[in-house]
């Protein structure tokens, strides 16, 4: 297959959904690095998204368990729960396990936004792909959905239902039974959790609910 390099110059949203959406291997948070694209569906995804320029990222915390690797095995009796710092060590190595399972998984540039069943929503989620990023000093769970026109409310609230359901259900039933091997553990990664405080913020609830510059209190904010 033949690839070309390109690089996105039209904002930053739109930029992180080219990367997350085309299967980009390396992960940086600064500057616009060369993104490795078949030539026939990045021209059609690049048309659509310059054409749109309307992305919605939605957010979910991240259950994380590692295992220690010994000099012979690892040990699989005294699992460890890592935090969502302590995590952000390990987001190339998700990430990469993330770009497999994509690969392996998609045929197409749709991704998961195939599987909505409405098909007014299935028309204007033109696209909807898993990755992690970090923000705030935490590491997080991001579906990035590439729209082509504005959602309602109503249609907010069922992507955000749909996205429960692949993180628990579908695509993250799947991704946690991923071992993923770093220099010091195994890691598996769950975009679910049974935990009642999980939730899914939008992009714009997610700031909202950081604290300020220069204030370190207790914030309120999420869903």
């Known amino acids: 297959m033949l690839f070309c390099e390109v690089r996105v110059n039209f904002g930053s949203a739109v930029y992180r959904t080219v990367r997350t959406v085309l299967w980009e291997v390396g992960h940086s948070n600064n500057g616009w ?4 694209l ?11 998204i310059k054409m749109t320029n309307q992305t919605m990222r939605i957010f979910f915390p991240l259950k994380v368990t590692s295992y220690l690797l010994n000099d012979y095995d690892w040990d699989d009796e005294n699992p460890v729960e890592l935090s969502s710092e302590e995590a952000m060590e390990y987001e190339d190595a998700i990430l990469t396990a993330i770009t497999n399972e ?19 929503l299935n028309k ?9 990023e970090i923000s705030d000093g935490e590491l997080w769970g ?14 907010t609230a069922e992507l955000l239902e749909f996205v429960v ?7 993250g039933e799947v ?11 195994i890691i598996y990664v769950s975009f679910w959790d049974s935990d009642k405080t999980y939730s899914l ?10 604290p300020a510059p220069g204030h370190d209190g207790p914030v309120m904010g999420g869903i």
């Open 201 to 210: 913020k939008t992009e714009q609830e997610l700031k909202k609910s950081l």
């Open 124 to 132: 204007k989620v033109y696209s909807l792909y898993p990755s992690v």
């Open 38 to 48: 078949p030539i026939l569906s990045s021209k059609k995804r690049l048309e659509e």
């Open 165 to 171: 359901g692949l993180n628990r259900d579908g695509y």
């Open 175 to 185: 991704l946690k039974q991923y071992p993923i091997k770093t220099p010091d553990r």
């Open 33 to 36: 690095p060369p993104t490795r």
């Open 102 to 120: 994509n690969r392996r998984r998609f045929e197409n540039d749709r991704g998961l936004a195939e599987y909505i069943e409405n098909e007014v």
């Open 142 to 155: 991001v579906m990035t959905a590439g729209l082509t026109e504005a959602l309602s409310g109503e249609e």
